[in-house]
């Protein structure tokens, strides 16, 4: 079983920047894909970005991607989100999930994943 404790949301200026971790806790986050996924008020909870557990293959949104970079310090048991050029959209709360599951299709649907944190309040102002 794997405990997260996403951090590092704030408020921001647009064109900002930000880096959110994923610790986590278990023996398990080593074998695991990490994924980030984000909700705004009223939305449903939308995939960010995910990462194999090698770190070697990642996988994005159209919507970060060039402006976010996912990574991972499996030494560290820990996932990080580095966002820049923040715009007003990527205003959410932003999670991290794990999984034994592959980075395939299946790891943009947030049911793919059997851990999350609590989230972290990114905010971005115009």
């Known amino acids: 079983q794997v405990h997260v404790v996403e951090s590092g949301g704030g408020l921001v200026q647009t064109g900002d920047s930000l880096r959110l971790s994923c610790a986590t806790s278990?023996?398990?986050?080593?074998?695991?894909?990490m994924g980030w996924f984000r909700q705004a008020p009223g939305k449903e909870r939308e995939f960010v970005a995910a990462?194999?557990?090698?770190?070697?293959?990642?996988m994005y949104a159209d919507s970060v991607k060039g402006r976010f970079t996912i990574s991972r310090d499996n030494a560290q048991n820990t996932g990080y989100l580095q966002m820049n050029s923040l715009k007003p959209e990527d205003t959410a709360v932003y999670y991290c999930?794990?999984?034994?599951?592959?980075?395939?299709?299946?790891?943009?649907?947030?049911?793919?994943?059997?851990?999350w944190g609590q989230g972290t309040q990114v905010t971005v102002s115009s």
């Open positions: 999930g794990v999984t034994t599951g592959m980075l395939n299709r299946a790891a943009r649907m947030p049911k793919t994943y059997h851990a």
């Open positions: 990462v194999t557990w090698s770190g070697g293959n990642t």
């Open positions: 278990g023996r398990t986050f080593s074998t695991c894909v």
